[in-house]
């Protein structure tokens, strides 16, 4: 009778730790997914041309008729495209450069971009592998950004932008919605012109 309870006690620990152990993994792994594309969405941004289309205010033909200039076209993969409608802040014409719009600190999860001053582009449902029905994962990405001109006339900095990306994915976690957020910051000169 002790032998069994024993290794029932081993069983249902080996057991438990599998699945906790499964849930950590997978994760990770959605968390990877969603930051490699988040930082190819940002390689993408900083090969844009500084000057029309970081951000784009004409009018782009190809995009859908809800998606109004100021924005950026990136592409999620090889058949999807999407347009970032962006908070753009220009440079003040004046010797005080205007106040950068781009949040300090990642907003908190329950932030909503109307409470932030963004504009919301949630891309949707991406599916992460080729599996489709129950088996299937997709994460829904929430994506929010802030281009904030900030010339320093006082150091004769002129011609950079400070980009504010704040993305928010969330997942299932078995019957549970996981929600992330995290933020990313890089500034962008005109090198390349």
């Known amino acids: 009778m002790v032998a069994l309870t024993l290794m029932t006690t081993v069983m249902l620990t080996f057991l438990g730790t599998s699945i906790q152990s499964r849930r950590i993994t997978e994760s990770s792994v959605l968390h990877a997914a969603a930051t490699s594309m988040i930082y190819g969405l940002i390689e993408q941004i900083k090969q844009l041309d500084y000057a029309t289309l970081l951000p784009n205010y004409e009018t782009d033909p190809f995009a859908p008729v809800a998606k109004t200039p100021p924005y950026i076209r990136v592409r999620l993969n090889q058949s999807t495209v999407v347009w970032l409608k962006v908070v753009h802040t220009l440079a003040s014409t004046t010797?005080?450069?205007t106040t950068p719009q781009g949040p300090t600190t990642t907003p908190t999860k329950t932030a909503t971009?109307?409470?932030v001053g963004a504009i919301q582009n949630f891309?949707?449902?991406?599916p992460l592998s080729t599996v489709t029905g129950t088996a299937s994962q997709q994460i829904n990405l929430d994506i929010w950004v802030w281009i904030d001109e900030i010339p320093d006339v006082?150091?004769?900095v002129s011609e950079v932008k400070k980009v504010t990306v704040?993305?928010?994915y969330s997942y299932l976690d078995g019957s549970v919605e996981r929600v992330v957020r995290d933020r990313e910051v890089f500034l962008r000169t005109r090198y390349d012109q």
């Open 113 to 115: 971009a109307a409470s």
């Open 154 to 156: 006082d150091t004769d």
């Open 166 to 168: 704040v993305y928010t």
């Open 95 to 97: 010797d005080a450069p």
């Open 123 to 126: 891309i949707g449902a991406i």
